[in-house]
């Protein structure tokens, strides 16, 4: 399999161009999607782009061909970073062959399958840049979305997504509208669509921010506590696009138990009488 054909990421000096309307000829931004052009007359600060692989062998490498598109239209530094939680496929060989045929990528491997979440948070780990875009690798989501956030990125500390129009089974989007509003009941959130898998983030606030969810939860876990910490938290309406092989497995019986544990472990956690006090303040 050889290097797909895109041109060469930017490297040295020519990083540092702030406008993308500055490096993308005329030919080039006819082929960008219409939100994306409205984005590149902003400036940005460099950007981390992860995604997380587990069965994905027949969408990593067109995640990384938009990913790269993306990045580059944008004219900023950038990096993308694939998590591969051991995933029984070539989802890990197909990254590695990826990464070698492009600098900006970095590959993560867990040994062995660690969830969701624990693959989220190597993730975030990982990256080295201020903003932090992450999503998942099947290809459900359009990496090009993350233009309607970067718009947003002067507002918010992280942005997350509800999907106004989805395309999923009937089975999946009723345990979706059960799962969120439940969690808008337990933890007092107004969040319409906390489980969508496209965010962005700040990656300064994950210092204040203790993440535990190896689950699927984690993506819930981690707005509730940015809003309970104080950090500003937008969404923005995105569609989502059929899976065009194998089945999702974030509805699976397994999943689906791990989230309802890591739901009520950290339910616990927030509402003890010992979570984030203040200095010299006791509840009992």
């Not at 939680?85 to 045929?101: E, Q, T, V």
């Not at 009723?174 to 969690?183: D, E």
């Not at 965010?199 to 984690?218: G, K, Q, Y």
């Not at 309802?260 to 984030?276: G, L, P, Q, V």
């Amino acid at each position: 399999m050889g290097c797909i054909s895109l041109s060469a990421v930017p490297t040295g000096p020519q990083k540092k161009v702030a406008l993308a309307a500055e490096r993308t000829t005329t030919s080039q931004q006819d082929d960008l999607p219409k939100c994306l052009l409205e984005t590149t007359a902003m400036t940005y600060l460099p950007i981390s782009l992860f995604f997380p692989v587990y069965k994905d062998e027949a969408t990593v490498e067109i995640m990384v061909e938009k990913a790269l598109k993306f990045l580059q239209g944008l004219g900023v530094e950038h990096e993308i970073i694939i998590v591969d939680d051991a995933s029984p496929d070539r989802s890990g060989a197909i990254a590695d062959h990826l990464a070698a045929c492009h600098p900006c990528i970095r590959v993560i491997h867990h040994s062995q399958n660690l969830g969701y979440g624990a693959a989220v948070r190597s993730g975030l780990a990982a990256c080295q840049f201020e903003y932090i875009c992450l999503t998942d690798g099947d290809d459900q989501y359009e990496i090009a979305d993350f233009a309607k956030l970067l718009k947003l990125q002067d507002y918010y500390d992280l942005i997350i997504t509800f999907r106004y129009k989805k395309i999923y089974s009937s089975t999946r989007m009723f345990v979706s509208w059960v799962y969120n509003k439940l969690l808008r009941f337990m933890f007092r959130t107004p969040f319409r669509d906390v489980s969508t898998g496209l965010r962005m983030v700040r990656r300064s606030i994950l210092n204040d921010i203790e993440l535990d969810a190896t689950s699927p939860f984690i993506g819930a876990e981690l707005a509730i506590k940015a809003m309970l910490r104080g950090y500003r938290v937008g969404e923005v309406g995105i569609q989502t696009f059929p899976r065009t092989f194998g089945r999702g497995s974030s509805t699976s019986t397994r999943n689906i138990l791990a989230t309802m544990i890591d739901m009520w472990r950290i339910y616990r956690e927030i509402f003890s009488d010992k979570y984030e006090l203040p200095v010299g303040r006791r509840r009992t």
